[in-house]
């Protein structure tokens, strides 16, 4: 971490991914605008029951508030966030992989893939396989699909009644909005608190520092970590599952850069640190 300028706090985005970052802001007020414009209701989205308990081992299981699996998007709105989600990522992207995301939309664009069976195995079977039939990394796939859904399911969560509570009492390693796996966190500046944040849908809640997230091993001495000197950021690495969480902790945030933090511009500032992690062996959840 000898670069000074990767441990800046908030953190210091190359100008392309601060363009990045700032596009996919404007497309998503837009897609906020124009679901609210067109007066949608949740239930047009998917949005179709309460949260319910479900059974698994005979255990009783709290279920997200909304099920991906019932998901279902405006096409024509959601299609053309996909083509500008593809067009902004293949700016930031190695040549080839850039190149392939391109042909995929293209593909998209001209209906040779229907982006509607798209979203249905996405959100749905979880099935990347149709990535690797057109040549494009299944990861890479998975990443913009995920940047096409957020803002709808987002706007799910803000025009749905209930959520608040229903999300103080959960307590589970899986968002309680969309049952997503999180890949963010911070420590709150009072006590410390581990909240999660949910990289699909942006949510946040509480979830014990003592516990992987992923395999759910509690260590009576907590987590180990590694933290990057100087700064807020750290990264908890479970030697159990071999899996890392980036983690900010509002603690060390000195007070005249205290504010709301902005998790997606942190996520991608702070790809150094998955680089790091990723060196030393451990992977984050995909
Ligand atoms: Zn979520
Ligand atoms: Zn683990």
Not at 95 to 104: H, M
Not at 219 to 237: M, N
Request: glycine share 4%.
């Amino acid at each position: 971490m000898g670069n000074s300028k990767m441990n800046a706090y908030p953190p210091a985005l190359s100008p392309d991914l601060k363009k990045l970052y700032h596009n996919l802001e404007q497309h998503y007020l837009w897609i906020n605008k124009e679901l609210t414009a067109e007066g949608y209701k949740p239930d047009d989205l998917g949005y179709s029951r309460p949260p319910f308990i479900s059974k698994k081992n005979n255990n009783p299981v709290e279920e997200s508030f909304v099920s991906l699996k019932q998901i279902s998007l405006p096409e024509t709105i959601a299609s053309s966030l996909f083509k500008e989600i593809c067009h902004d990522f293949a700016q930031v992207l190695d040549k080839g992989d850039a190149e392939q995301l391109q042909i995929f939309s293209k593909k998209v664009s001209a209906g040779e893939i229907s982006f509607a069976h798209l979203l249905e195995i996405y959100s749905g079977k979880k099935d990347l396989k149709v990535a690797k039939a057109h040549s494009l990394k299944e990861e890479l796939f998975a990443q913009v699909m995920l940047f096409t859904l957020r803002p709808f399911i987002s706007w799910i969560r803000d025009n749905i009644k209930g959520f608040t509570n229903f999300k103080e009492s959960w307590q589970q390693n899986t968002c309680p909005l969309c049952g997503a796996i999180p890949e963010l966190a911070r420590l709150t500046p009072e006590q410390g608190k581990r909240l999660l944040f949910c990289w699909l849908c942006g949510t946040e809640w509480r979830f014990n520092r003592f516990t992987c997230l992923y395999c759910q091993e509690n260590l009576a001495e907590g987590q180990s970590y590694f933290a990057v000197k100087d700064t807020p950021y750290r990264v908890d690495i479970c030697d159990n599952c071999n899996h890392y969480l980036k983690v900010i902790d509002q603690r060390q945030i000195p007070e005249k850069q205290a504010g709301p933090l902005t998790w997606l511009e942190n996520d991608l500032g702070t790809l150094h640190l998955d680089k790091l992690a990723e060196k030393e062996g451990y992977k984050r959840n995909y």
